[in-house]
């Protein structure tokens, strides 16, 4: 992030959340632990072969997630990342769900994304993550 290599996430409309360290995402895969404090899965459709016991969730926000038309248009393409970006942020900023989150980060000293995404680099929670710091 402090590479120049990403583009601006904001456009002018988000509020920073006040006193956050960061915030963690991690695949929803990976097993749960202490560390990652309160448990926010973000994907708009529930992770394939995945046990509601086994993911270990304080909370689904599916309408933080990309709209379905983005999410298709997307496709985890790495060369569409950087206009999914942009595109990502513009849906954030009108999405009233976004204040929701905001509200959890400020009231739990760890919060983790979830995301089912297999590249950790190429996937919405890290621009999720990146708008909400």
Do not use: Q
Request: with cysteine.
């Amino acid at each position: 992030m402090g590479d120049g290599s990403c583009l601006p996430l904001t456009s002018g409309k988000r509020t920073p959340i006040m006193g956050r360290m960061g915030i963690a995402i991690k695949r929803i895969y990976e097993e749960p632990t202490a560390s990652d404090g309160y448990r926010v899965l973000v994907d708009r459709l529930w992770p394939r072969g995945m046990t509601k016991e086994r993911a270990a969730l304080d909370l689904w926000l599916k309408d933080v997630a990309p709209s379905p038309l983005l999410r298709k248009w997307f496709g985890h393409d790495p060369a569409k990342f950087a206009e999914f970006r942009m595109r990502y942020i513009a849906e954030l900023d009108a999405n009233a769900a976004v204040d929701n989150l905001r509200h959890i980060c400020a009231e739990h000293p760890d919060v983790t994304l979830l995301y089912a995404a297999k590249d950790p680099h190429i996937n919405h929670a890290l621009a999720l993550r990146d708008y909400l710091n």
